[in-house]
């Protein structure tokens, strides 16, 4: 594991303090080590979602319908393409 070198400091209420406390005790580690594990559990979530979409079966059904189909892509798809690639530059 990368030492660890950058610092993130915020403030929170005493009460939310103590809950972290209790929270970091009752799991076993120190309240910097649980606090960083939550912030960084969290934020993997948070950038997983971002890449992740989910369909109902329906729709899913639909998307294979689609991408299974032999189909030009419309001029509004293409348009969609180039614009996303030019921005993606």
Known sequence: ?????MRLDFRVSPRKKAMVEQAASVSGLSVAAFAREALLNQAESVLQR???TDLSSRDWRLFLKII????E??????KA???YNAHRA
């Open 81 to 83: 393409a180039r614009e």
């Open 1 to 5: 594991m990368a030492e660890a070198t």
């Open 73 to 78: 892509p419309s001029a509004a798809l293409r």
């Open 50 to 52: 971002q890449h992740v």
């Open 68 to 71: 299974d189909s032999q189909a």
